[in-house]
């Protein structure tokens, strides 16, 4: 059975071998099989460079956001380095503050422990660091010293002990046993505002005192950052 077309002056069913509308007499115009192909080849040529250009421009993207991201990595990692490496001070001193809910007064204390420790004999056996202790109670300050375990050995005038600051000459000091009796803890006698000037000022501190049935023994300390205002 032929294959029809429609006449596009009448619209009539015409065969599409014909070169002429047997009802109006108009020709009919036949499309090339040739001509069909060249206009499938252009056609697929066009589609297949626009599926490609797509294709490539995709990685060009990736590649662009990769390159872009990796120096806000870099920067990242040399500011981390940076704050690592920044120096930081560290202070051998310790600060504490007790309140007086009924009396309404703020005591104030600044604690610094010995470098090193002593092994005093039965019953103080055992490593014993010395503590140099300064209190505010709101009424002046106060300089202490006390061991960890042990005694000092004083009488009832006192003792003394000798302070180095740093590399200056050795300084005597006088000291006092606390009122209570306890014999692990002496208090500056005179000039504790002077001596704390001289921990504020000083970064080393030996300081040598007498202990019960002990040869006089010496204790080092890292002074360096005390911070008191009181």
Request: hydrophobic letters at 35%.
């Amino acid at each position: 059975m032929a294959k029809l077309t429609t006449c596009k002056d009448c619209g009539h069913q015409v065969s599409k071998n014909a070169t002429q509308c047997p009802n109006c007499g108009a020709k009919i115009k036949r499309s090339s099989p040739i001509l069909n192909i060249i206009v499938g080849i252009i056609l697929f040529s066009i589609v297949w460079a626009m599926v490609k250009s797509c294709s490539s421009e995709t990685p060009t993207q990736s590649t662009t956001t990769q390159n872009t991201a990796q120096p806000l990595t870099d920067n990242a990692s040399v500011a981390q380095a940076t704050a690592t490496e920044k120096p930081t001070t560290a202070s051998n001193w310790r600060y504490d503050s007790d309140v007086d809910k009924m009396r309404g007064n703020t005591s104030y204390f600044a604690d610094a422990t010995s470098l090193n420790s002593a092994n005093f004999q039965f019953p103080y056996q055992g490593e014993s660091h010395l503590h140099i202790i300064i209190r505010n109670k709101g009424d002046g300050n106060d300089v202490m010293f006390s061991i960890d375990k042990g005694q000092f050995h004083c009488n009832y005038d006192g003792c003394e002990i000798s302070v180095k600051f740093d590399n200056e000459a050795v300084k005597t000091y006088t000291v006092n046993e606390a009122d209570a009796g306890k014999n692990d803890v002496v208090f500056l006698a005179s000039g504790k505002d002077a001596f704390i000037k001289k921990l504020k000022t000083s970064k080393k501190v030996i300081i040598e005192a007498p202990f019960f049935q002990e040869p006089r023994t010496q204790f080092d300390f890292d002074t360096a950052g005390l911070e008191w205002k009181h």
